[in-house]
Nanobody
Framework: QVQLVESGGGLVQPGGSLKLSCVAS????????MGWYRQAPGKERDMVAR???????NYGDFVKGRFTISRDNAKSTVYLQMNSLTSEDTAVYYC????????WGQGTQVTVSS
């Protein structure tokens, strides 16, 4: 069983930045592929970024170099640094852990608005 707790969401102006964090419980964080997904109202959940245990990353096409995913295995934490935010980035952002099973956090709201 893995529990994921996200933090760092909030309201930011267009062009601004936010850094999301996700802390995972359990002793095997370092074996899981960690990811960030997002879901806007009325839309499907999309993959934002993923990072393997070895640090290999991939991103959704819409990221376009604006976001960076990273992980700290010693702290069982995965981060998502988001820059140059636009209104289209408004969504609930979910942390995900994939390995033996698939786990989701409860989500953190990100709202980009002036």
């Amino acid at each position: 069983q893995v529990q994921l707790v996200e933090s760092g969401g909030g309201l930011v102006q267009p062009g601004g930045s936010l850094k999301l964090s996700c802390v995972a419980s359990g002793r095997i964080f370092q074996t899981y592929v960690m990811g960030w997904y997002r879901q806007a109202p009325g839309k499907e959940r999309d993959m934002v970024a993923r990072i393997t245990p070895g640090g290999k990353t991939n991103y959704g096409d819409f990221v376009k170099g604006r976001f960076t995913i990273s992980r700290d295995n010693a702290k069982s934490t995965v981060y998502l640094q988001m820059n140059s935010l636009t209104s289209e980035d408004t969504a609930v952002y979910y942390c995900s852990a994939s390995g033996v099973g698939r786990y989701w956090g409860q989500g953190t709201q990100v709202t980009v608005s002036s």
